[in-house]
């Protein structure tokens, strides 16, 4: 079974309007810890944002926050106000405590923003 | 910047030859990941090391290794390269390792490897 899924392989969204990138995870782990990265053309992974397991409050960077939904474990991406530049690669990436730290990926969903 | 630097930034071989990929983590991150990226597999976990001991293994090949020096900064080998071994190869840093926190893995710009 898939780990990590993000079932938007592609999604549009006008400029300064709000996007929701979609990631749902799998594990038995008590503690994890949930990542997006953003790639874009260039090919550089770009930290975005984290959510511990154990967080009660849903994580917020500046534009992006997580909409973290432990029950049905999901982990979805919010961006605010797109930019133009938030044209990239997206992807959601968890780390199992138990699993030695390392990061499992999904897929990725490419964003395009329309000016 | 993330502060992971790798080497070299670009690779074109031939198939059946062998490279090396260098890594320099960040300053004090004692923890090197290995991922590839390629279009048929996407991002993969390859290996990881912590303070120059092998800590877990992903979906590497037999016909890569890596070793992390006492330096911190980490090689892959790759060799009796084949056509799908063409990708962008990233080596990432972190402080620790079975630790869970907020830091996240910084990664490096990249090594894109084409074997031809």
């Known amino acids: 079974a898939q780990k990590i899924t993000q079932t938007q392989p592609g999604m549009f969204v006008q400029e300064k309007e709000a996007v929701t990138l979609d990631c749902t995870y799998d594990?038995?782990?008590?503690?994890?810890?949930l990542f997006w990265y953003k790639q874009p053309s260039s090919g550089e992974m770009i930290f975005l944002i984290y959510?511990?397991?154990?967080?009660?409050q849903n994580a917020t960077e500046g534009r992006y926050s997580l909409n973290f939904q432990k029950a049905r474990k999901s982990a979805n991406l919010v961006i605010s106000a797109s930019q133009l530049g938030d044209s990239a690669m997206y992807f959601c990436?968890?780390?199992?405590?138990?699993?030695?730290?390392?990061?499992?990926f999904g897929g990725g969903t490419r964003l395009m923003v329309k000016p | 910047d993330s502060g992971v630097t790798q080497t070299p930034k670009h690779l074109i071989t031939a198939t059946g030859q062998r490279v090396t990929l260098r890594c320099s983590p960040r300053?004090?991150?004692?923890?090197v990941y290995w991922y590839q990226q390629s279009l048929d597999q996407g991002l993969q976990f390859l290996i990881q090391?912590?303070?120059?001991?092998?800590?877990a293994k992903g979906n590497i090949l037999e016909r890569f290794s890596a070793q992390q020096f006492p330096d911190l900064h980490s090689e892959l080998n790759l060799s009796s390269l084949e056509l799908g071994d063409s990708a962008l190869y990233f080596c990432?840093?972190?402080?620790?390792?079975?630790?869970?926190?907020?830091?996240?893995?910084?990664f490096g710009p990249g090594t894109r490897l084409t074997v031809t």
């Open positions: 990436a968890m780390r199992e405590v138990n699993a030695g730290n390392m990061l499992t």
């Open positions: 990432a840093s972190s402080p620790g390792w079975r630790i869970l926190s907020s830091y996240e893995q910084y």
């Open positions: 300053s004090g991150d004692l923890s």
């Open positions: 090391y912590y303070n120059g001991e092998e800590r």
């Open positions: 959510q511990g397991s154990y967080d009660e």
């Open positions: 594990t038995s782990d008590q503690s994890y810890g």
